[in-house]
């Protein structure tokens, strides 16, 4: 079994930042992808940012958002930059995980809550 455990949300005001922490533990033999994605009250859960053979991010947060990932501690982080009301939703941390035997899981976090407000 993998743990996925985030942290780093929060309350901020618009054009603030924040830094949210995913870090991956148990059985794990490798990690093939980490990412972010996000909920927002009546909206689907949408990927926000993807760290796997490439690094990709949502149109809505390109130039402003900014993944990041230490495989040795299997942890990533999502730095938040300028952020904005609409960035506010729970932000879930996502691992594809190689575990024993070779065979690959998909894990989700608990998920944090993300608030832009004045």
């Known amino acids: 079994q993998v743990q996925l455990v985030e942290s780093g949300g929060g309350l901020v005001q618009p054009g603030g930042s924040l830094r949210l922490s995913c870090v991956a533990s148990?059985?794990?033999?490798?990690?093939?992808?980490m990412a972010w994605y996000r909920q927002a009250p009546g909206k689907q859960r949408e990927l926000v940012a993807v760290?796997?053979?490439?690094?990709n991010y949502a149109d809505s947060v390109k130039g402003r958002f900014t993944i990041s990932r230490d495989n040795a501690k299997n942890t990533v982080w999502l730095q938040m930059n300028s952020l904005k009301p609409e960035d506010t939703a729970v932000y879930y941390c996502?691992?594809?995980?190689?575990?024993?035997?070779?065979?690959?899981?998909?894990?989700w976090g608990q998920g944090t809550q993300v608030t832009v407000s004045s």
């Open positions: 760290s796997g053979g490439r690094t």
């Open positions: 996502y691992a594809e995980v190689v575990g024993q035997h070779k065979l690959t899981y998909q894990y």
């Open positions: 148990g059985s794990i033999f490798s990690i093939n992808t």
